[in-house]
């Protein structure tokens, strides 16, 4: 898997940031990117989050974070590290544009999950957004991207992890 770049997408609260971080701390050579993270520890002053007013400046910023974790993900992989990063992509035209921007390899795993598994991770931990987000649960199921889709309503991190690798050429884009 080496200078690999996989994207671990789905809804806020599903656990897209735990899997790609327990990936690419696993990975020889491992570096993950995750967008929020990009955002607020890198904007020290000024930012306006997702969902936030105005609109149009949070827009603005997303999209330079992503800009930002396209390079640094091509730059990580030409450097022969597995880049996993952390994102909701659950549009078409997000997923093109990352893999323009990318121009490399790149695989897509969608993890997906009940609204209730989704709010019992959401209560679980210190970031509380699921109930926020749920709106966007028809966005996911409308969104038939390319890569592997992943129900991880039952699994566990390590079962979701080892579903992951089993089905990693299925994940290419």
Do not use: C
């Amino acid at each position: 898997m080496s200078g690999s770049i996989l994207i671990v997408s789905g809804l806020p609260g599903v656990g897209k940031t735990t899997v790609a971080r327990e990936l690419a701390t696993r990975s020889a050579r491992g570096a993950h990117l995750d967008t929020d993270q990009i955002g607020e520890a890198l904007i020290l002053s000024g930012l306006v989050a997702p969902g936030q007013d105005p609109a149009e400046e949070a827009e603005r910023q997303l999209a330079l974070r992503r800009r930002n974790i396209t390079d640094l993900a091509r730059n990580f992989a030409e450097a022969r590290f597995d880049v996993a990063i952390s994102d909701v992509v659950l549009w078409p035209e997000l997923l093109e544009q990352y893999r323009a921007a990318i121009d490399l390899p790149l695989r897509f795993v969608l993890l997906t999950a009940t609204a209730q598994a989704i709010a019992g991770r959401d209560a679980a931990r210190d970031k509380h957004v699921a109930e926020e987000w749920a709106h966007l649960r028809a966005a996911q199921d409308e969104f038939r991207a390319p890569g592997l889709r992943l129900d991880t309503t039952g699994l566990s991190l390590d079962e979701t992890l080892d579903a992951i690798r089993a089905r990693w050429d299925d994940a290419l884009i």
